[in-house]
């Protein structure tokens, strides 16, 4: 089992995703590979284990861009993002056994065939290798599939992991993948909980909240949250995106600087960061034809 197995089978389904993955597929370097078959592999297992298959996984991941495209379209037109706010999202979609599962799994697939997707988890990987034996208290926010924790848990080092998560069967999901992608023996509490209420006197040395601000009606309360979580010299790494419509996408960023003047004006200092169109466009182009971008930024309490 390898990615192109995935691959191959999303390529006989559906044409247009041939034409956008191939030049990405093409152009990926030995490293790409060797986490991308690895991940095939681990995925399989789990996908065996809770009694799923490739093909649930290649429509589970068909199914997430067709949402995407419908959502765009919508965008385009009207400006805004669909859903009303995060009540809606929660009620029809995180709290929605069969949408959230097909939605983590979908995801999980796009980690390794979304250009973007992959560059966020990549500089995710190098920010847990820069900071390996550094971190004693390790938490992350809205788990999802679990690819991220896998790594923090694998390379970290950290004493203790906490994942907090207000979706149920996102909880269910990452607990039943982390067992085939985790090589280390360390393992993480699970809460389902909305990160706000942690306690205040809580802290934490790294802490990792990946594509959660655009679903909610007001990012700032979250994000002074983690300033306030963390230690003294700790590390958050944080990704979100502007102008990218989904099913449960609220909060619109229209461009990348709003993201900066956001996490600024919450007491967060940016120290690194990744900015990924999903098209190869001048800056101009991006805000004119509303081009998504994907954002993540390692940053420090100011």
Known sequence: MNLNTFVN?????????????????????????????????????????????????????????????????????????????????FAEVYSNDAEMRSYMVGLALSQFLWETHYAMYSFFLETVHRHAGRARRYLEIGPGHGLFLAGALNELGANEYEAVDISPVSIDVCRGFLPFLVTSQASPQFKLLDVLEIDTHESFDFVTMGEVIEHLDDPRPVLEKIRRLLSHGGVAFLSTCANCPAIDHVYLFRNVCEIRALLQSCGLQIHDERVLPVEKVTTEELELYRVCVNYAAVVRAS
């Open 9 to 89: 089978a999303v390529f006989g389904k559906s044409p247009l995703q041939r034409k956008k993955l191939e030049p990405f597929l093409a152009a990926a370097d030995a490293t790409f590979w060797e986490r991308a078959d690895r991940f095939a592999e681990q995925f399989d297992r789990y996908l065996r284990s809770v009694d799923l298959d490739v093909e649930y996984a290649v429509e589970a991941y068909l199914k997430l861009c067709k949402n995407m495209m419908t959502e765009q379209t919508k965008f385009l037109r009207s400006g805004v993002y669909s859903r009303a706010n995060q009540k809606v999202a």
